[in-house]
C-alpha cells in the first residue's frame, strides 16, 4: 500500500480530501497534514463531517490554530472550537491574539475574555474594546489601528521615520490630510521606492472612507476592488478610528456570493458537516413552520368536501405529505449547493454527506410523522390513517434526504446547473413517491 505520508502536495483539493478521509478509514497516521497551508486545511475541514474534523484539528500545531480558524465560516469555526476537549482547548487558548478575540467573541467564554485584557496593554484592551462595542455586521468592528495620519506636505523621508518610531504597531496605511479635510491615502511600501524630498501629496491616492456604523455588507458592494488600495480609513464621529483590510471585503464579498446560491430554507449557520444534533435543530424550525402552512392547504381543501370518510381523508391530507417532503428535500439540496459552490462536496465525501442527510431525515422524519399523524388521529378518529400517514412522510423525508444530496451532484457532474435545475426535479421526486407511498397504503389499508 502507498504511504500517504509520503505523497507529494496536490494542487487538487478533491485529490487531497480522498487522501485524508482514506487516511482516517485505514486508521494512519495524518500528520502530514502540517506540511499543508492554512487555506487548504480550512478547505478540508468544511468538507468532512464533525468526528474527521476532530481527529484532523487534534494534529495541527497550536500556534496555527487560530490562522486556520480565520479561514472557516463563523459557525463552523465554532462548531470545531466547541468540539475540543478542555485540554486542547486550554492549549490552543494560549496562542490566540487580540484579533482573534474579536473575530470569535461570540463563543470564547466571557470569563476567558476578560483574562486575556488583562494581560494586554492599555492600547490592545482599548482596540479590543471598541471593536466589540460594535455588532458583527457594522464597519466599526473591524476597524484596525495600524495607521498613520500625516498632513499632505509632509516629505517621505519624515514619515519613513515616523513609521521606526511605531514599533509597538505595524503601520498598513498613511492617512494623508489638508486643511479641508482628507484627501486619500499612501501605501506605506510606496515610500520605499521614492526619494525623501518627495512630498506626500505627490502620491496620494483617492481612497474611499467609510462610516463605523455603515452596513459591511453595503459597503462591500458599493467599494471598488481594483488593486490599487489595500486598507480604508474608518470614521467615528467625523473621527479616524481605524482601517479596514481589503481581505475583510473579500471574505464578505465571498459570504454575500454564497448567499446568492443558496436557498433561505436552511440557516447560514449550518455548513456541510454541522453536527447532527444542531443541523437536525436548525432544520425542525422550519419544517414545524412548513407544517403550519401545510394544514392550512389542508384545511382549504377540506371546506369544499361535504362527506369527510376516509377515501375523502387522502384527498385533503396529500398536501401535507408533499410539502413536508418538499421542505425537508430543499434543505438538504441547499446544503450540498453550498458545499459545491465553496468546491467542498467531492465524490470522496458524498457518502459521508449522504450518511448525514440520512439520519437527519429519519429523526426529523420520525417526529414530524409522529406529529402529523397525532393531529390526524385526533381530526378524523382513524388509527390507520394516522399510521398511513406517519409512514408516508417517514419514507418520503428519507427519499427527500437523498434525492435532495444526490440530484444536485449528478447535475453538477452532468455539466446542468444545479441550482437552477435542482429544485424542479427534487419537487418532482418528492411529490411522486409521497403520493405513491401515502395513497398506496391508503389503497391498501382503507378502500
Known sequence: MTDINRLPLVEDSSELLANIINAIEAEEDIHFLQNYQEAD????LESVNDQYRRLIIEVIPAPRYWVLLNFLKFETAKHVHQSLSEALATERLVFITENDVIAFADFLADDFVDEFLLSQSAAT????????????DQVGRYGEPCFLVANAKNSVGRIKNEILKQVDVPIRLIIVRDASGIIGTVDPETLLVHEHAVR?????????????????YEVCKQVSIDGNVNWFPVLSEGKIMGVMSMTTIALTLRELSLQSVVSESVGSEEDLFTPLKVAARLRGLWLVINLLTAFIASAIIGVFENVVDQVVALAILMPVVASMGGIAGSQTLAVALRGIALNHLHQSNLNLLINKEVKI?????????????????????????SLIIFCAIWINSLAAALSGTLIPFVLNKLKIDPAVAGSVILTTVTDVIGFLVFLGLGAIFLV
Open 41 to 44: 486545511l480550512a478547505n478540508i
Open 125 to 136: 484592551v482599548a482596540h479590543v474594546q471598541q471593536a466589540l462595542s460594535y455588532d458583527d
Open 200 to 216: 506626500l501629496k505627490e502620491l496620494v491616492i483617492v481612497t474611499p472612507v467609510l462610516d463605523d456604523r455603515q452596513d459591511i
Open 361 to 385: 431525515a429519519c429523526l426529523n422524519g420520525i417526529i414530524m410523522g409522529a406529529a402529523i399523524a397525532g393531529i390526524v388521529y385526533v381530526i378524523f378518529d382513524s388509527l390507520s390513517l
